[in-house]
């Protein structure tokens, strides 16, 4: 199997750490201070390098922290080829609050990336070898939803399965444009519909009825605690969640995301990709940090579905 190829056009720094108890004002001491490559495409590629699946992450990456996102790639072994761009790539900040068990994030913008630096973005994509392509993330500043839809037409018409997991105009452009699977949660799907769904009936509806307009070929709906669902041409899969201790959220969506294409890739039924999709959130979900679920823990998850 060629490797499977992700795209973040806006990655991050991940910091991770926590503290007794978050207050205003006052001088937080944090422990267990850790940092981690981010952003949705990067986190895609470590689980699937995880998992033992070849891949390599493309990353638009500048300045500082460009070079240190980089460096933080390479120490986790993940072949990654770098757009450079002029301005710095941003920082997240996850801090957990031990005494609420709550979770605090924040995330930069980022910077503002340029006409050329997309068009070189293209070139690379391009020209790395892959039968599926992983996009995943926000929109950094100066790239519009149209360009991204450009990009996956591109890909798709060259014959790539193209999967995508970001929200907003940037989801809605792709629709139509030939992807294999797109991953949006319950918020953003209903965004996407314009409307609220409730029941699950209802969301099995829309997503069975995009897919057989054409707006992609799988659509899988995340549902946080209640599981997640996945419709094709022929049906609508539903699965509960895999109840477990959560530590941390933060990657826990492109741990599914890793896992459901892998499983597709490897020909597998969408019953059987929901569940290592599952699987790898849940195990994500269990471990702090940025997208850190390890391949036994997956497995031993899947198991239980």
Known sequence: MKPIVTLTLNPAVDIACATEKVVPQ????????????????????????????????????????????????????????????????????????????????????????????????????????????????????????????????????????????????????????????????????????????????????EALRLVREGAAERIAVSLSGAGALLATRDGVVRRPAIPVRKLGTVGAGDSFVAAMVLALARDGAPADALAWGLAAGAAAVMATGTARPRRETIEALRARV
């Open 26 to 205: 006052d001088k937080l001491r944090t422990h267990g201070d850790r940092m981690d490559p981010g952003g949705g495409g990067v986190n895609v590629a470590r689980v699937l390098q995880e998992l033992g699946a070849e891949t390599c992450a493309v990353v638009l990456a500048g300045g500082v922290f460009g070079r240190q996102l980089e460096a933080l790639i390479a120490a986790e072994g993940v072949a990654f080829r770098t757009v450079p761009i002029a301005g710095t790539t941003r920082i997240a900040f996850t801090v957990h609050d031990e005494r609420a068990g709550q979770e605090y994030r924040f995330v930069g913008e980022g910077p503002e990336v340029l006409p050329g630096e997309i068009a070189a973005c293209r070139e690379i994509v391009a020209a790395t070898e892959c039968d599926w392509l992983v996009i995943s993330g926000s929109l950094p500043r100066g790239v519009a939803p149209e360009t991204l839809a450009g990009i996956v037409r591109h890909a798709h018409a060259r014959g790539r399965k193209v999967v995508v997991d970001t929200s907003g105009p940037a989801l809605a452009a792709v629709l139509g444009q030939g992807p294999a699977l797109i991953k949006p949660s319950l918020r953003e799907f209903e965004a996407l519909v314009g409307r609220a769904l409730p029941d699950p009936a209802e969301q099995e509806a």
